[in-house]
C-alpha cells in the first residue's frame, strides 16, 4: 500500500472558456491533513471536487489511493469510468460542503443510515446502532430524531460530518465547512474535525479558518489564480510566507 | 440567556397589555354587502320553482346516476394512476442527457399537450380505422403479439387510452417542475456518498420533489374528474351521460344538471381531502411549526387580526 492518498499532476480545468485550473501539483499522503487557502475563484473548491469526480479534469493525471480518478488507463489509453464505478468510489471519499446539504426529509439519524443501508447493504439495526456512535461521537446525542430544519447550521454541519464518516472513508473532504456558520457555530465544528485529524483521518480542507489551518493542518496549500502559489508546513507559509501574494492575503484575512 | 438571570433584571413582570382595539367600520361594512349579495342568492335558488328541487331529490340517488359517479371515480383513479407514472418517466426522459430520450419526451408532450382532450378521445375510439390490426413485434421485422382492436378499443379503453396517456404530458411537466425545483447540492451530496442516479432520484430527490408536484397533481385530478364528461361523445356512460340520458326523456334538463353538479362537487371534495393529508405528509421536515389547522385560521379572523403582512 503506498503512502500517497492523493496525487495531483498538472491538473487543468475549464469552464467553457474560463480555465479555472491552471496546472495543479500536489501530494497528499496518508494521514496528512491539507489546508487549501486562497482568495474566492482561486480554484481551490473546485480542486476538492475534482478529488471525487464530481467536476471532470480537462488535463493532467490526478489519482486517488494508486487509482486515477474517474478514469482507468489500460495499453496506454484512457478509458472513462462507468458511472456505476464513480459511484462505488465516491463511497470511499467522505465529503463535507459548504451549505451541509442534509437531506430535509429525513431526521439526522436517518440522513446518517441512508448510505449505508442503500449502498452498503448493511443491516438497519447494525446502521442505526452506527450512526447513533457517530452522532454521539459529534456531540448530537439528544438529535437523533430531529430534522435539519429543527437543527442550528453547526448542528446541521456536525450531521454532516456524521454522515460522511458513516460510510468509513478513507479520506475526508471539507468544502469551507465553516463559512455558512455564525461565528458562535464554527468552533463546534472545527472541535469535530479537529479530533477526526487526531484519530488518523486523511482531509483535504478548503478554508478560510487560519487559526485552524495553523494548529491543525501538517500542509498548508495557498492557491491563486488556478495555481498553487506556495505549500509548506504551517509555520513556513503562514508564519514566513515567500511570496508577496500570500503575504497580502494573510495579511487581509489575519 | 437563563431564566434567573432574567428575573434579576426585571424581578417585576409588567401587566399584559390591555387596549382598545382600532375600530375597522370598513371590514363590518364589506361583510354585510356580502351577506346581502348571499342572502338574495339563496332566496333565489330557494323560491325558483324552476330549479325543480323535489326532481333533484328524487334523481340524487337514482342508480343511474350513482352508477355514472362511480364510473368517474373509478376513471379518474385508473387514469391518474397511469398519468403519474408516464409522466414520471416522461419527465426524467427529458431531464436525461441522453439527446434521443430528450427529445421523444419533448414531442410526446408537445402533441398530446397541444391537440384538444376531445379529439383525442374520438381519436382512440376511431384507431381502428387507422389500424385495422395490432401486431407487436420487431419494426419491419417479426411480430409476436396480434390482437383485434375491436377487443382493446371498447368505449371504456378508448377513455381510458385518451385519458392517461393526455394525463402524462401534463403530469411530465409537473413532475419535472418538481425536480429541478430541488437544490443541485441535494444531489451532490447524495452522489459523494456514492448512490448511483437511480437511488439519487428515488430517495433524495423524488422525496423532496413531491412538495412541488402534489398541490398540481390536485389540479389535475380535478381537471380529470370534470373532464371524464366529455368521454359522453364516444358514449361512456359516466355522469354527465347518465344525466343527459335521463333528461333526454323526462325534459327535467336543470334539475338533473344540478344532480349532477352535486357529484362532482362531491368528488372533487374528495379530491381535496385526498391532496390535503398528502401534502402534510410530504411537508414533514420543511417547516419548524405545524401549519395552523383550520381551527386556529378561523379563530384568528376574530381576535384582533390587525397585525402581521396577512
Known amino acids: 500500500m503506498s503512502d500517497v492518498m492523493v496525487k495531483a499532476e498538472g491538473v487543468h480545468k475549464r469552464f467553457g472558456a474560463n480555465e479555472v485550473l491552471k496546472g495543479i501539483t500536489l501530494t497528499v499522503d496518508r494521514g496528512e491533513v491539507m489546508c487549501l487557502l486562497g482568495p474566492s475563484g482561486s480554484g481551490k473548491s473546485t480542486f476538492l471536487r475534482c478529488i471525487n469526480h464530481l467536476e471532470k479534469i480537462n488535463s493532467g493525471r490526478l489519482s486517488v489511493d494508486g487509482e486515477l480518478v474517474g478514469y482507468r488507463e489500460a495499453n496506454g489509453k484512457l478509458y472513462e469510468l462507468h458511472e456505476r464505478v464513480v459511484a462505488q468510489k465516491r463511497q470511499e471519499i467522505g465529503m463535507v460542503f459548504q451549505s451541509f446539504n442534509l437531506f430535509p426529509h429525513m431526521t439526522a439519524l436517518q440522513n446518517v443510515t441512508l448510505a449505508p443501508t442503500l449502498v452498503r447493504r448493511r443491516g438497519r439495526e447494525e446502521a442505526e446502532r452506527r450512526a447513533c456512535e457517530l452522532l454521539d461521537r459529534v456531540g448530537l446525542k439528544d438529535k437523533y430524531h430531529a430534522h435539519p430544519v429543527a437543527l442550528s447550521g453547526g448542528q446541521q454541519q456536525r ?41 488518523g483521518m486523511t482531509m483535504v480542507v478548503v478554508t478560510h479558518e487560519i487559526g485552524f489551518a495553523r494548529e491543525v493542518a501538517d500542509t498548508v496549500v495557498f492557491m491563486d489564480g488556478g495555481v498553487v502559489v506556495e505549500a ?6 503562514l508564519g514566513a510566507p515567500k511570496h508577496e501574494r500570500t503575504r497580502s492575503f494573510l495579511s487581509k484575512v489575519l | 440567556m437563563d431564566q434567573t438571570e432574567l428575573t434579576q433584571i426585571a424581578p417585576e413582570r409588567p401587566d399584559d397589555i390591555k387596549a382598545v382595539p382600532v375600530r375597522r367600520p370598513g371590514r363590518w361594512l364589506g361583510a354585510f354587502i356580502v351577506l346581502v349579495i348571499a342572502a ?62 430528450k427529445t421523444a419526451s419533448w414531442l410526446y408532450i408537445w402533441f398530446f399537450r397541444g391537440t384538444p382532450l376531445l379529439v383525442q378521445f374520438v381519436f382512440w375510439f376511431n384507431i381502428k380505422a387507422l389500424f385495422p390490426h395490432i401486431d ?45 425545483s430541488v437544490p443541485e447540492g441535494q444531489s451532490e451530496a447524495a452522489a459523494s456518498l456514492g448512490l448511483n442516479r437511480l437511488q439519487i432520484m428515488r430517495k433524495v430527490v423524488l422525496p423532496q420533489a413531491m412538495r412541488v408536484i402534489l ?55 374528495i379530491a381535496y381531502v385526498g391532496q390535503y393529508f398528502l401534502e402534510r405528509k410530504v411537508g414533514q421536515g420543511f417547516s419548524r411549526s405545524q401549519q395552523a389547522t383550520m381551527k386556529e385560521r378561523w379563530l384568528s379572523l376574530g381576535a384582533g387580526g390587525g397585525g402581521g403582512l396577512r
Open chain 2, 136 to 180: 407487436l413485434g420487431v419494426p419491419f421485422g417479426p411480430s409476436f403479439i396480434h390482437a383485434d382492436p375491436n377487443s382493446v378499443i371498447t368505449v371504456f379503453g378508448a377513455a381510458f387510452l385518451a385519458l392517461s396517456t393526455n394525463e402524462g404530458a401534463y403530469m411530465a411537466e409537473v413532475v419535472r417542475a418538481g425536480i429541478i
Open chain 2, 215 to 269: 398541490p398540481p397533481t390536485g389540479n389535475e385530478t380535478i381537471s380529470m374528474l370534470k373532464n371524464i364528461s366529455i368521454a359522453s361523445v364516444i358514449g361512456f356512460a359516466e355522469l354527465y351521460y347518465q344525466a343527459s340520458d335521463i333528461y333526454a326523456q323526462n325534459y327535467e334538463t336543470i334539475p338533473l344538471l344540478i344532480v349532477a353538479s352535486i357529484w362532482y362537487l362531491a368528488l372533487t371534495s
Open chain 1, 159 to 199: 450531521v454532516a460530518i456524521a454522515r460522511a464518516l458513516a460510510m468509513d472513508p478513507k479520506l475526508m473532504l471539507f468544502d469551507e465547512p465553516t463559512s455558512a456558520l455564525d461565528p458562535e457555530l464554527v468552533g463546534e465544528v472545527l472541535d469535530v474535525m479537529r479530533d477526526l485529524a487526531r484519530s
Open chain 1, 232 to 237: 509548506g508546513s504551517p509555520a513556513e507559509v
Open chain 2, 40 to 101: 338574495s342568492i339563496v332566496r333565489a335558488v330557494v323560491t325558483n320553482k324552476n330549479f325543480g328541487w323535489s326532481v333533484v331529490g328524487q334523481y340524487l340517488f337514482d342508480h343511474r346516476i350513482i352508477s355514472g359517479a362511480i364510473a368517474v371515480l373509478y376513471m379518474t383513479a385508473l387514469a391518474m394512476v397511469v398519468g403519474v407514472i408516464l409522466g414520471t418517466i416522461l419527465a426524467i426522459m427529458r431531464l436525461s442527457p441522453n439527446p434521443v430520450l
